[in-house]
């Protein structure tokens, strides 16, 4: 089992800016590529952005490009989610997943490990 725990949700305002951290531990967890997901109230979970462990590339949704950045320090089996100029749609539970993901064929849940999970609420 590959154990993923979410940190750093909390409360911003909209315009706002929050980092969310996955720590990945166990005896295969340097062995995936790591994504975001988000499932706000009453609506489906979406993918937000996964990045390769290999080769370090990233895959954003539309609705994130050019606000929110993914990062993974390799050292520390960590992934990082950066994000600015938040709006109240970007308000869910935020999950960090394994995943497969790669040029043309964007980003899948991979083996099916999770993490608890960590609430981003954008609210004035």
């Known amino acids: 089992q590959v154990q993923l725990v979410e940190s750093g949700g909390g409360l911003v305002q909209p315009g706002g800016s929050l980092r969310l951290s996955c720590a990945a531990s166990g005896i295969f967890s340097a062995d995936y590529d790591l994504g975001w997901f988000r499932q706000a109230p009453g609506k489906e979970r979406e993918v937000v952005s996964c990045i390769s462990r290999r080769d370090g590339f990233t895959y954003h949704d539309d609705s994130v490009k050019g606000r929110f950045t993914i990062s993974r320090d390799n050292a520390k089996n960590t992934v990082y989610l950066q994000m600015n100029s938040l709006e109240p749609e970007d308000t869910a539970v935020y999950y960090c997943?394994?995943?497969?993901?790669?040029?043309?064929?964007?980003?899948?849940?991979?083996?099916?490990?999770w993490g608890q999970g960590t609430q981003v609420t954008v609210s004035s």
């Open positions: 997943a394994t995943v497969d993901v790669g040029v043309g064929y964007g980003c899948h849940v991979f083996r099916n490990y």
